[in-house]
């Protein structure tokens, strides 16, 4: 039992799996967005890829809790991504997720180039620990 974490955006959608257990989460990938078809392709690869049996994506809620435009379009790619591989899609609040993981690179003096390359997929790692946290041990 595997399951993929995603960060979406409006350019790149990061991406990171669990182990078998189903206990901690690592970075994979970053996809970059060219089209609906082309991201849905690419993530049913992974999908088969890595056995996955589950889908966790992040929602971005604001800090006030309401959602914004992104979390609309976060909501519509859910349903058209768990149509297209008929896996169950959960939607993770992501709150500061892209903030949390850019203060630890800045931290660790990484360059903001260094940076740009990794933050999206080790955002999703973020979210989807967070899920796996909240599941308690084995799920």
Same mark, same amino acid.
């Given at each position: 039992?595997?399951?993929?974490?995603?960060?979406?955006?409006?350019?790149?959608? $990061?991406?990171?799996?669990?182990? #078998?257990?189903?206990?901690?989460?690592?970075?994979? &990938?970053?996809?970059?967005? @060219? !089209? +609906?078809?082309?991201?849905?392709?690419?993530?049913?690869?992974?999908?088969?890829?890595?056995?996955?049996?589950?889908?966790?994506?992040?929602?971005?809620?604001?800090?006030? $809790?309401?959602?914004?435009?992104? #979390?609309?379009?976060?909501?519509?790619?859910?349903? &058209?991504?768990?149509?297209? @591989? !008929? +896996?169950?899609?959960?939607?993770?609040?992501?709150?500061?997720?892209?903030?949390?993981?850019?203060?630890?690179?800045?931290?660790?003096?990484?360059?903001?180039?260094?940076?740009?390359?990794?933050?999206?997929?080790?955002?999703?790692?973020?979210?989807?620990?967070?899920?796996?946290?909240?599941?308690?041990?084995?799920?």
């Amino acid at each position: 039992m595997r399951i993929i974490g995603l960060d979406m955006g409006t350019r790149t959608i $990061g991406v990171a799996v669990s182990d #078998s257990l189903g206990m901690t989460a690592q970075p994979v &990938k970053t996809i970059k967005r @060219t !089209g +609906l078809a082309s991201d849905l392709k690419e993530l049913s690869a992974l999908i088969a890829e890595f056995e996955i049996t589950e889908i966790v994506l992040g929602l971005p809620i604001r800090l006030d $809790g309401t959602k914004s435009p992104m #979390s609309e379009a976060v909501e519509v790619f859910a349903g &058209k991504l768990g149509s297209h @591989t !008929g +896996l169950p899609v959960k939607l993770w609040d992501e709150r500061l997720s892209t903030a949390a993981v850019t203060r630890v690179l800045k931290d660790a003096d990484m360059s903001r180039a260094k940076r740009k390359k990794v933050v999206d997929k080790l955002a999703a790692c973020y979210i989807l620990q967070g899920y796996l946290d909240s599941r308690g041990s084995y799920g």
